[in-house]
């Protein structure tokens, strides 16, 4: 019978330490790579990469308003270009068509904008579902500092209660990541 001495660590803390670096590395390059559900598409004419960002499905009742948010979280750097995220809204109907018209935004640092879809433009009879996509226009060259996140709600068009709120996905571009630190209690 074998007899394990479990008193000697198996890895010293500096094995620990960069097994646990690679592990965060590998895990933020999957998450990039994963990056929600998005689709890319470049324009070689612009030099711009445009990102699609779809928000779940939602039920939509005679009295309510759908809304789609953007807010980028991204500041002004001290030097350089300003923070800026430039792309569409659009409302999709239960069989994927667009409702009305795509609607532009750019938000600069620290701005929401907001799109709204009563109910009466889906010109559906009794409740329907719709959904929410943001295309993004990113630049492939000096893209500026973006950090989208979204959100998609409904809430009564009378009283503006608030009856649905969607956490949308987050695009982020043009912004320098934050470096990784390890703690090491032991040194």
Not at 24 to 29: N, Q, R, T, V, W
Not at 62 to 70: F, G
Not at 118 to 134: D, F, K, L, M, W
Not at 141 to 169: Q, Y
Request: contains cysteine; charged residues 5%.
């Amino acid at each position: 019978m074998a007899v394990t001495d479990f008193s000697t660590p198996a890895y010293n803390q500096g094995e620990v330490n960069m097994l646990l670096q690679r592990y965060l590395y590998s895990f933020f390059a999957v998450a990039a790579l994963a990056g929600g559900a998005w689709a890319q598409t470049t324009t070689a004419t612009t030099n711009t990469i445009t990102q699609t960002f779809n928000l779940p499905p939602v039920g939509l009742a005679s009295s309510e308003t759908a809304q789609i948010n953007v807010t980028n979280l991204a500041a002004n750097p001290s030097t350089g270009t300003a923070a800026s995220c430039t792309g569409t809204i659009s409302f999709l109907n239960a069989a994927g068509s667009t409702i009305g018209t795509a609607a532009s935004f750019t938000a600069t640092a620290g701005k929401t904008d907001s799109v709204a879809l009563p109910y009466s433009a889906t010109a559906a009879s009794g409740r329907t579902e719709i959904r929410g996509v943001i295309t993004l226009t990113v630049p492939l060259l000096a893209a500026p500092p973006c950090n989208l996140v979204s959100s998609m709600e409904t809430f009564d068009s009378t009283s503006g209660v608030t009856h649905a709120h969607i956490t949308g996905p987050t695009a982020t571009f043009g912004v320098r990541p934050t470096p990784v630190s390890v703690f090491n209690p032991g040194r």
